[in-house]
């Protein structure tokens, strides 16, 4: 049975069609990277996934149950098994890195706050930070600011793992520190959607690439189908644009 099942998803902005037939199966710890042009309904699709767009049509099914987002209690029980990392890093600045990292487990979810502390120390650990405990987003860099992120997120104990474009607004050379945290997740086994512009990345660390276009997808497959022999024309036209680059 997959995780996660998508199956006609159809969403607008008002009059707008964004997305359109969007039809996906997803393994537990499968890497699944979202590519295609800006504009294409890539965010759009996770935004949606989380209720945060209402879907018009269509259905999505997570561990075989399925989501009625047109119920309050049902998506705030999606959300605790589902949580998301945006490019803005969102912190709050005037709390350490050890304290956004707590904040929503322990007043949000109410656990203990022994064992919240303990398991952000471990993550922060995990992406590297377990120095940089008691400094504040300020004093960190864009690459750091982002793994706190992620750690945050992480904090939260999810199944699924949403990374919305989280090396867009960095600087080039702090882009790779966020992608080692990446790689090392995704040994780990947790399932993860990725949208991301960083082609070679995507390619290493995928299971299965899906290219939208035009609010569809348009083709889906592994990482060597998709990039060496993909199948649909307008595949071919971004693959052969973006590997000339």
């Given at each position: 049975?997959?995780?996660?099942?998508?199956?006609?998803?159809?969403?607008?902005?008002?009059?707008?069609?964004?997305?359109?037939?969007?039809?996906?199966?997803?393994?537990?710890?499968?890497?699944?990277?979202?590519?295609?042009?800006?504009?294409?309904?890539?965010?759009?699709?996770?935004?949606?996934?989380?209720?945060?767009?209402?879907?018009?049509?269509?259905?999505?099914?997570?561990?075989?149950?399925?989501?009625?987002?047109?119920?309050?209690?049902?998506?705030?029980?999606?959300?605790?098994?589902?949580?998301?990392?945006?490019?803005?890093?969102n912190?709050?600045?005037?709390?350490?890195?050890?304290?956004?990292?707590?904040?929503?487990?322990?007043?949000?979810k109410?656990?203990?706050?022994k064992?919240?502390?303990?398991?952000?120390?471990?993550?922060?650990?995990?992406?590297?930070?377990?120095h940089?405990?008691?400094?504040?987003?300020?004093?960190?860099?864009?690459?750091?600011?982002q793994?706190?992120?992620?750690?945050?997120?992480?904090?939260?104990?999810?199944?699924?793992?949403?990374?919305?474009?989280?090396?867009?607004?960095?600087?080039?050379?702090?882009?790779?520190?966020?992608l080692d945290?990446?790689?090392?997740?995704?040994?780990?086994?947790?399932?993860?959607?990725?949208?991301?512009?960083?082609?070679?990345?995507?390619r290493?660390?995928?299971?299965?690439v899906?290219?939208?276009?035009?609010?569809h997808?348009?083709?889906?497959?592994?990482?060597?189908?998709?990039?060496?022999?993909?199948?649909?024309?307008?595949?071919?036209?971004?693959?052969?644009?973006?590997?000339?680059?």
């Amino acid at each position: 049975m997959p995780q996660l099942e998508i199956v006609d998803l159809k969403a607008s902005y008002g009059p707008h069609t964004v997305l359109e037939r969007i039809n996906l199966s997803v393994e537990k710890g499968e890497i699944v990277s979202l590519i295609g042009p800006s504009g294409s309904g890539k965010s759009t699709l996770l935004r949606v996934l989380l209720g945060l767009l209402p879907p018009e049509h269509g259905s999505v099914r997570l561990n075989g149950g399925l989501v009625n987002y047109g119920d309050k209690a049902a998506v705030r029980s999606l959300r605790s098994e589902i949580a998301i990392v945006f490019q803005q890093y969102n912190l709050f600045q005037n709390m350490t890195v050890l304290d956004n990292v707590m904040i929503t487990p322990t007043r949000i979810k109410g656990w203990p706050r022994k064992q919240v502390e303990d398991d952000a120390i471990r993550l922060l650990t995990r992406v590297g930070l377990e120095h940089r405990l008691k400094a504040y987003p300020d004093e960190l860099s864009g690459g750091q600011q982002q793994r706190v992120a992620i750690a945050r997120a992480l904090a939260l104990k999810p199944n699924v793992l949403f990374l919305d474009e989280v090396t867009a607004a960095l600087d080039p050379e702090l882009v790779t520190e966020v992608l080692d945290t990446i790689r090392a997740l995704a040994l780990e086994g947790i399932t993860m959607f990725i949208v991301s512009h960083e082609m070679s990345f995507v390619r290493e660390v995928s299971s299965k690439v899906v290219f939208m276009a035009g609010g569809h997808v348009i083709e889906t497959g592994s990482p060597q189908q998709i990039f060496d022999a993909p199948q649909e024309a307008r595949t071919r036209e971004f693959v052969g644009k973006i590997l000339r680059h």
